[in-house]
T-cell receptor
């Protein structure tokens, strides 16, 4: 099974900051990597797919990069609504997926 | 508008059974693989199970294999999760989720239900 790690586990930031979250996989994913945002008591929301493609309706301050085993999610000019938990997800296998442990972005 | 609405959650005793349903609307249900994802209180997301669009293939997380069964009725636009031999560690919010692209069987999830809470406790 593919193992996913994320760093940091918690990130404290201020409105207007640019932040980066890193996701690593235990084996190559090519570009089969997605990012989700989850707010308390809400379902996750797809932000990025295929490592760097922006999902429909997602602001352009979100960007993704990487391939193989290392990926990043960058949020430029952090907005108040961006404080949330972010998960990466690999989808390299038939039907089966694995989520990263999550990164909580909170207010400094 | 794509909608996924889960139902069937509740309190169940350890060893008990429960069946979750996820009613889909706003898209061609029979064209998309579907998954169940759960989230224990205060924890991260855990993929539970997935089923291909035409019901030919299924897969399960090791933690539920042999106890949970995923199925779908494309004529009713409904996804199911039959959960048997429930344990305290199965306590979680259970979400159904739709694959981004029709016809794909390795994909991310672009639509999620609101979730249904399962509590396993005596």
């Amino acid at each position: 099974d593919i193992q996913m790690t994320q760093s940091p586990s918690t990130l404290s930031a201020s409105v207007g900051d640019t932040i980066t979250i890193t996701c690593r996989a235990s084996q190559s994913l090519s570009s089969w990597l997605a990012w989700y945002q989850q707010k308390p008591d809400k379902a996750p929301k797809l932000l990025m797919y295929k490592a760097s493609d922006l999902a429909s309706g997602v602001p352009s301050r979100f960007s993704g990069s990487g391939s193989g085993t290392e990926f990043t999610l960058t949020i430029s000019s952090l907005q108040p609504e961006d404080f949330a938990t972010y998960y990466c997800q690999e989808y390299n296998s038939h039907l089966r997926v694995t989520f990263g442990p999550g990164t909580k972005v909170d207010l400094k | 508008e794509v909608q996924l609405v889960e139902s069937g959650g509740g309190l169940v005793q350890p060893g008990g059974s429960l069946r979750l349903s996820c009613e889909a609307s706003g898209f061609t249900f029979s064209a998309h693989a579907m998954s169940w994802v759960r989230q224990a209180p205060g924890k991260g997301l855990e993929w539970v199970s997935a089923i291909s669009a035409r019901d030919e293939s299924t897969d399960y997380a090791d933690s539920v294999k042999g106890r949970f069964t995923i199925s779908r009725d494309n004529s009713k636009n409904t996804l199911y999760l039959q959960m048997n031999s429930l344990r305290a560690e199965d306590t979680a919010i259970y979400y159904c989720a739709r694959d981004l692209y029709a016809g794909n069987e390795n994909d991310c999830f672009d639509s999620w239900g609101q979730g249904t809470l399962i509590t396993v406790s005596s």
